[in-house]
T-cell receptor, first 114, second 114 residues
Framework: DQQVKQNSPSLSVQEGRISILNCDYT??????FLWYKKYPAEGPTFLIS?????DKNEDGRFTVFLNKSAKHLSLHIVPSQPGDSAVYFC?????????????FGKGTLLTVNP | DTAVSQTPKYLVTQMGNDKSIKCEQN?????MYWYKQDSKKFLKIMFS???????INETVPNRFSPKSPDKAHLNLHINSLELGDSAVYFC?????????????FGPGTRLTVL
């Protein structure tokens, strides 16, 4: 049962344009969400996160939006750069109780063309 | 300096063998994790240790046994390797034992069972 879904396996955009990566979740207990970026032959690296008390978090070119009612979040990258080409994983967690684990989506491969 | 390191990076072995993957973190974190990324690209947690104590044990066969000699190390021993164990195994660490805490990943170990 996939609790975190990234329905687009890949996305291709032109350099300088906006990249929008989407993520949906089913578990209403999730209250903390993260995006990780992964280059080939490397481990995932943390990019940006958002708590459920917010609907937007911004860090430079990266902005994450959370729509709790729709159980949907998105990562916006603007402007996109060729170095942004990587697999992006959405992850979710429940910060309370004894559930200490991150649940990951399947990832979306972003290709930014020069 | 590498924050989370794993050895070996690649491991090719025959079915039925026993093998170990080592993980070390120099971040001073209290919690360490093992994840498996299978052929379908899902990153799934296997184990988590906090201060050398097991806190997460997902439904993983008994052939997999994690060992944490100290807070900075979490090794994964696999007995009687099977074809289905072929995957990329990622070690990770976080400061706190909470899903909402940022996890830092190692580069991964690609295990191929022939």
């Amino acid at each position: 049962d996939q609790q975190v879904k990234q329905n687009s396996p890949s996305l291709s955009v032109q350099e300088g344009r906006i990249s929008i990566l989407n993520c949906d979740y089913t578990n209403s207990m999730f209250d903390y969400f993260l995006w990780y970026k992964k280059y080939p032959a490397e481990g995932p690296t943390f990019l940006i996160s958002i708590s459920s008390i917010k609907d937007k978090n911004e860090d430079g070119r990266f902005t994450v939006f959370l729509n709790k009612s729709a159980k949907h979040l998105s990562l916006h990258i603007v402007p996109s750069q060729p170095g942004d080409s990587a697999v992006y994983f959405c992850a979710a967690a429940w910060s309370g109780g004894s559930n200490y684990k991150l649940t990951f989506g399947k990832g979306t491969l972003l290709t930014v063309n020069p | 300096d590498t924050a989370v390191s794993q050895t070996p990076k690649y491991l090719v072995t025959q079915m039925g063998n026993d093998k170990s993957i080592k993980c070390e973190q120099n971040l001073g974190h209290d919690t360490m994790y093992w994840y498996k990324q299978d052929s379908k690209k899902f990153l799934k947690i296997m184990f988590s240790y906090n201060n050398k104590e097991l806190i997460i044990n997902e439904t993983v066969p008994n052939r997999f046994s994690p060992k944490s000699p100290d807070k900075a190390h979490l090794n994964l021993h696999i007995n009687s390797l099977e074809l289905g164990d072929s995957a990329v195994y990622f070690c990770a660490s976080s400061l706190l034992a909470g899903g909402a805490d940022t996890q830092y990943f190692g580069p991964g170990t690609r295990l191929t069972v022939l």
